[in-house]
């Protein structure tokens, strides 16, 4: 079944078609837990600081500078730092869509002012180009960003349409201006280019939605189907790089940077689904499904290679070498958030929740002003404490660090917790289907005026226990149906129905996938689904030959990890290894594993026969920390993957 959308909801993504149509702010709020605290921490400490860094660093500074005319003279930053700025703007207009916070409002504001002064008259918007000093217009579309730059523009300009419609701001009219100028240069009989890093295209699109306008979805479609003509000009990593290679509708799978190739499948899915283009979907669901098959890591993280932040080939997946951008993570949940609206497929959500928890939770510090900008499996070293003063010129950073060179993730992570709420649960004619689960407030309206009304009670990740709590109305209560996701990993699930009539209680197994419950909720009915969220050993195919012979535990859908601060005396967590036949057990709230230290010694030479035995060692029991918490208790080094004992 399609839905026709018929009001656009509170959220990121809006498509006017669909299996499932999102709910967004409005209509889902997250009221606490493990997202809900981060969410706190994300609109009181982390949206603070990076507008303090964009001030430190002069980014926002290079604004007023175009306004003044003083420019090229004293512009700082990267050639794409004008979208660090944009991205602030959009994480700040969904915070306050989530809260209300007046300091925000007056905050975005004056942020807006600022960047509405630089725009030229014709719409032209950027502080590294266009200017006497400086490149020409569009004369560097491999490196130069400005398109780029623009999408985010444009993704903040509707996160402020949909949060505060009709807001006297400006934001809305400054996107519009230059999305009408990139028609104009770039349109069907325009310049026959695209940029280097896909953005624009979803900025176009969700732009469209927005509005109204059509034109900026066909300038999304122009610029997708424009990819893999050879465009852009050949690098040492090939045009691939760039996802110029292969025509979208004709790749195999997502390569090059990890970023980029993510950006243009969320913008490509979107032009998919507006146009009614079933072939193009089709071909973004196969690449989807071959890139989680094959270059995609246990934390959902993506992207094996450093110099070109890129995915490898099928099976390339080191820990050791893990670049995981959290970027990247980002990207991921964009895509496979679309795909799950176009056909409502659990997996999507299985993936977005292994990314959430994995990636994007394990980027910023507990404080939100320090972050993890790539994201290694296997720390082999104890890092360096990054100065709280100082900005990272190394993306690769071993500690968590307040401010990047480059410093994509800290605003692509703030407006991904700000805009949480909207990627928590849809809705189609007949009920509401929950994805993510944390303790939430879920009101709606479905096809003939059913109202549905539930709380989500749960502390999820720590147990697997979620119940939905019917605040329904008696008087107006109309049968609909609940569907609750059921993890891939999640055997041995059940659900039970808890009238609250007293009528007596129903209980049956849910299997991985999804389970439906269709009633007449009452008001205190009540819904509980319960997930096995015990520890497990998970061991990868055997064509990852970086970690074969090793296993993950994982507790839900944690992925968990030795750090060295939990190992003792022996901290060299490269010479542990699974003891044989351990399995994972729980106490004291902590995983814990038996282990023994290879005993191999130091020699001249760490290559030997086949069938030499190790020295044989004692075990010993350790705790295991989630990922996403490594490297919060100082200097350490930790491993995903542990090898068993042979």
Known sequence: MTMQTTTTPQAPVAPVRGRLRPLGQSEVRITGGFWGDRQTVNGSATLEHIQSRLESEGWLGNFDRAAAGTLPAGRRGREFSDSEVYKFLEALSWEIGRTGDPALEARLRTVVARVAAAQEPDGYLNTMFGRPGQGERWSDLEWGHELYCLGHLFQAAVARSRTRPGADDGLLGIAVRAADLVCEVFGADGRDAICGHAEVEVG?????????????????????????????????????????????????????????????????????????????LGALR????????????????????????????DWELPADRAYSETCAGVGSIMFAWRLLLAGGDPRQADLIERTLYNVVATS???????????????????????????????????????WFEVSCCPPNVARTLASLDAYVATADDDGVQLHQYAPASVRTTLAGGRVVAFDVETDYPASGAVRVVSRADAATAAPWTLT???????????????????????????????????????????????LPIEPRLTAPDARIDAVRGCVVVER?????????????????????????????????GRVWIEVVTRGDDDAGWPYGGPDEEPREAASRTVPLVAYHEWAERGPSTMRVWIPTET
Not at 247 to 256: E, F, H, M
Not at 500 to 512: C, I, K, L, Q, T
Not at 577 to 587: F, I
Request: proline share 7%; no cysteine.
């Open 204 to 280: 176009l699109a969700e732009l469209s939605r927005a509005t109204g306008d059509p034109r900026y979805l066909e300038q999304a479609r122009v610029f997708v189907e424009r990819h893999g003509r050879g465009t852009l000009r050949d690098i040492e990593w090939g045009r691939k790089y760039f996802q110029d290679d292969v025509p979208v509708r004709d790749a195999g799978s997502l390569r090059g940077h990890a970023v980029r190739a993510n950006y243009l499948a969320a913008g490509a899915a979107d032009v998919a689904v507006d146009t009614g283009d079933d072939d193009l």
């Open 286 to 313: 196969r690449q989807w499904e071959h890139t989680v098959a094959r270059r995609t890591y246990v934390t959902g993280g993506q992207g094996s290679h450093h110099q070109d932040e890129a995915f490898g080939e």
């Open 364 to 402: 910023p510090a507990p404080d939100g002003r320090a972050f993890f900008y790539a994201n290694t499996l296997h720390q082999r070293v104890p890092g360096v404490p990054a100065d709280p003063d100082e900005t990272s010129p190394r993306a690769s950073s071993s500690l968590r660090a307040p």
């Open 484 to 530: 609750l996701r059921v993890p891939a990993w999640a055997t041995g699930a059940r659900v039970r129905v808890l009238p609250a009539n007293g009528a007596a209680a129903e209980e049956r197994a849910a299997a991985p996938g999804t389970v439906e419950v269709r009633r007449a909720f009452g008001p205190g009915d009540v819904v509980e689904l319960v």
């Open 556 to 588: 839900g859908p944690e992925v968990l990890a030795l750090e060295s601060v939990d190992v003792g005396e022996d901290a060299d967590v490269s010479r542990l290894a699974l003891a044989s036949g351990a399995q994972p057990s729980e106490r004291d």
